[in-house]
């Protein structure tokens, strides 16, 4: 069938195009709707001409519309007019009228509590103060009437022996008056101890001064033996309280009560715990930066300011075993009673000093 093209009425020769707008058949020559005046196109035009014009609004013109509508929605009445003009001091003065009115409530509630608000101050303070009282150390001095001489075994260079002279009054007063505990109080059953207590209470048996003078006269013997206020005079203290004889009558009773340094070297013995503290001192004493390691396994060795490449579990501090003769930075695989730690100790840091070095 030859078809003819419904513009120029020539036959077709190849194949006819359908226009899809009204539907005639036409030649190569007007197959396009503007090359033969469609009629269709300009109906289908009319017809999507709104949906169009919604199409190529840009987006911004539709947000300053919505802007421009929400404006004159919020500006309806006198009262919105002054608040969108005025809100940020609007909001300023409502604050300053709630902080005033909180004041005047809690004025109007002391005045009528007054008694019972006092009471409440004046208990709180009493029991605060008997916390200090019974926390801290005692600060007189106790007399040096009774002497008792001293001698320790110390096996490093030209070091040999440690000749103290002790005091039986200074004993007791460690024994009966320094405070062998931490006292805290709680005001209802929800409260807990102190964030910190254990520094706080292992702090307590390094700030007595009444064992300065043997303390003093421990680090003059050392520096005067050894020749040095360095790390000779750091290893041959480790030496000397590692020497000093564990105390199995107070780990086999389990005894919960922590020996004052002084009380080490006048008894002669202590556990770990015990002793870490007598080298803590001595080596705050002679300068260097100190900590202590306290582990879960109810055991604590003293770590001494090392270089970090060096140090022990990454901390700047180097490892003292106190209760038995080990070098410094080893950590014994088995400890006194056949324990072994598993745990990573809490390191509380006691002083900032030298860095050892070997």
Request: proline letters at 4%; one cysteine or more; glycine letters at 4%.
């Given at each position: ?143 040096h009437n009774t002497p008792v001489n ?208 070997k």
């Open positions: 069938m030859t078809e003819k093209c419904s513009y120029c009425k020539r036959k077709i020769i190849n194949l006819p195009f359908r226009c899809k707008f009204c539907g005639d058949y036409f030649c190569s020559c007007h197959r396009l709707p503007e090359d033969h005046n469609c009629d269709g196109l300009n109906k289908y035009k009319n017809n999507n001409i709104k949906r169009w014009q919604k199409a190529i609004i840009p987006e911004k013109e539709k947000l300053i519309r919505q802007e421009i509508s929400n404006f004159e929605f919020s500006s309806k009445t006198k009262l919105k007019r002054f608040w969108y003009k005025n809100k940020r001091w609007m909001k300023k003065l409502f604050f300053w009228i709630i902080v005033l009115l909180i004041i005047y409530i809690s004025f109007q509630y002391y005045q009528n509590n007054k008694e019972k608000t006092d009471n409440y101050i004046e208990n709180t303070w009493n029991k605060t103060s008997s916390y200090v009282k019974e926390a801290m150390p005692l600060t007189y001095k106790p007399q001293k001698t320790y075994q110390v096996y490093y260079g030209g070091l040999n022996k440690i000749e103290l002279i002790l005091y039986k009054e200074v004993y007791d007063y460690f024994i009966h008056d320094a405070s062998h505990e931490y006292v805290y109080y709680v005001y209802n059953d929800y409260e807990v101890a102190p964030i910190g207590w254990e520094i706080d209470y292992w702090k307590m048996f390094l700030s007595n001064e009444n064992d300065e003078y043997v303390i003093k006269d421990i680090i003059t013997q050392t520096k005067f033996y050894t020749k040095s206020d360095g790390d000779k005079a750091v290893q041959a203290i480790v030496k000397f309280v590692q020497q000093i004889p564990y105390d199995w009558e107070s780990l086999n009773t389990n005894s919960q009560y922590v020996q004052y340094p002084y009380e080490t070297l006048y008894l002669n013995k202590g556990v770990c715990s015990e002793k870490a503290l007598l080298m803590a001192k001595l080596l705050n004493e002679l300068g260097y930066g100190v900590a202590l390691f306290v582990y879960q396994e109810d055991h604590m060795a003293v770590g001494i300011d090392c270089p970090y490449d060096k140090s022990n579990y990454q901390s700047g501090y180097c490892f003292i075993e106190p209760s038995d003769v080990y070098p410094i930075g080893l950590i014994p695989t088995e400890y006194v009673g056949g324990v072994r730690l598993v745990s990573t100790p809490q390191i509380i840091q006691i002083s900032q000093g030298k860095s050892y070095s």
